[in-house]
């Protein structure tokens, strides 16, 4: 699946409320070019589902109304007024999206086909990061 075709599976699932708040998200997920992590969580998430494997995707970022209308958060932040600006705010601190939480094994290896595990010295922590 391509950048484009995750444009147009959210556009085909938007009520047009959810319209007028996604020309903004577009526009901020390309500025910080999320658009391959967005489509490598989606293909993670996808297989995810289909082999009934649970997983928890928390973080701020979570509130993306793109994310939800891909199936891979549950919250509509449209309908929990939940504002943009906020993740906008989150997204230009951070430059990336939230976490995944996965603790069936399966799903772990699923999780590091697409992304490699770095540690973060500064922040003490470590974060998955997209492989090329």
């Known amino acids: 699946m391509s950048k484009m075709d995750i444009y147009e599976i959210v556009l085909s699932r938007a009520s ?6 996604l020309e903004n998200e577009f526009e901020v997920i390309k500025q910080y070019g999320l658009e391959a992590e967005i489509l490598a969580l989606y293909d993670v998430v996808t297989i995810l589902k289909e082999r ?23 919250a509509d932040p449209v309908k929990h007024r939940v ?11 951070k430059g990336g999206l939230s976490s995944v939480f996965i ?3 399966e799903g772990v290896k699923i999780l590091n ?10 922040k003490g922590q470590k974060s998955l990061i997209l492989k090329q």
Do not use: M
């Open 103 to 105: 603790s069936d094994k």
């Open 83 to 93: 504002s943009f600006d906020i993740i906008s705010y989150i997204l230009k601190k």
């Open 16 to 21: 047009n409320e959810h319209k007028e708040r």
């Open 52 to 74: 009934g494997i649970n997983y928890v995707f928390s973080g701020d970022t979570q509130n993306i109304l793109a994310l939800y209308l891909l199936g891979i958060t549950n």
């Open 113 to 122: 086909e697409k992304f490699y595990e770095s540690s973060n010295p500064v």
